[in-house]
T-cell receptor, first 113, second 116 residues
Framework: ELKVEQNPLFLSMQEGKNYTIYCNYS?????LYWYRQDPGKSLESLFV?????AVKQEGRLMASLDTKARLSTLHITAAVHDLSATYFC?????????????FGTGTLLAVQP | ETGVTQTPRHLVMGMTNKKSLKCEQH?????MYWYKQSAKKPLELMFV???????ENNSVPSRFSPECPNSSHLFLHLHTLQPEDSALYLC???????????????FGAGTRLSVL
């Protein structure tokens, strides 16, 4: 059974600081997703990582994937308050013509001024 | 706006009621999904439909009954629910896995369900 673990579950950081969220998964997968969720809103796709060593960056967020270690990281550079949200990683369980995502528990990020 | 609309946004129901959640997508996707988001738990995949055909039932109790009349609409019919079924129910849609235009799932804002 595929399991996805994120840590930390809660992260309070100051503006301007850097930090990393970790996502470990238990079995092989060829797709890893990062989503963001603001309170009361839908999940918003941030990144899709499809291969070992993949790195994607958007603004102050950078995601990477190590399929051998079954680890993805979401690095936050020089955090700003607007990045406060809950961040989820999800791994595709695979099989069939549709994605079957298994989500981590999420990391609640609070950026303090 | 993600292109996936869920109604109602909030729903309170008694354990003997019957209600339905609705999801509609305007993205031209062929796959639709129901997820349950409970406090302090990961999102749980409930059902998957591909071109109106159910392809996944993740051991969901029969008091939850999905319906997908076409690729744009998805319903979740609720009957004799329990208080522990109170949660945020999210709908998502996507293109088929591996589609050249990408297969990201787009989520609706969810229906917040409270079972009394």
């Amino acid at each position: 059974e595929l399991k996805v673990e994120q840590n930390p579950l809660f992260l309070s950081m100051q503006e301007g600081k850097n930090y990393t969220i970790y996502c470990n998964y238990s079995t092989t997968s060829d797709r890893l997703y990062w989503y963001r969720q603001d309170p009361g809103k839908s999940l918003e796709s941030l990144f899709v990582l499809l291969s070992n060593g993949a790195v994607k960056q958007e603004g102050r967020l950078m995601a990477s994937l190590d399929t051998k270690a079954r680890l993805s990281t979401l690095h936050i550079t020089a955090a700003v308050h607007d990045l406060s949200a809950t961040y989820f990683c999800a791994v595709d369980r695979g099989g069939g013509a549709t994605n079957k995502l298994i989500f981590g528990t999420g990391t609640l990020l609070a950026v303090q001024p | 706006e993600t292109g996936v609309t869920q109604t109602p946004r909030h729903l309170v129901m008694g354990m003997t009621n019957k209600k339905s959640l609705k999801c509609e997508q305007h993205l031209g996707h062929n796959a639709m999904y129901w997820y349950k988001q409970s406090a302090k738990k990961p999102l749980e995949l409930m059902f998957v439909y591909n071109f109106k055909e159910q392809t996944e039932n993740n051991s969901v109790p029969s008091r939850f009954s999905p319906e997908c009349p076409n690729s744009s609409h998805l319903f979740l019919h609720l009957h004799t629910l329990q208080p522990e079924d109170s949660a945020l129910y999210l709908c998502a849609s996507s293109l088929r896995r591996g589609h050249p235009n990408g297969d990201i799932q787009y989520f609706g804002a969810g229906t917040r369900l409270s079972v009394l």
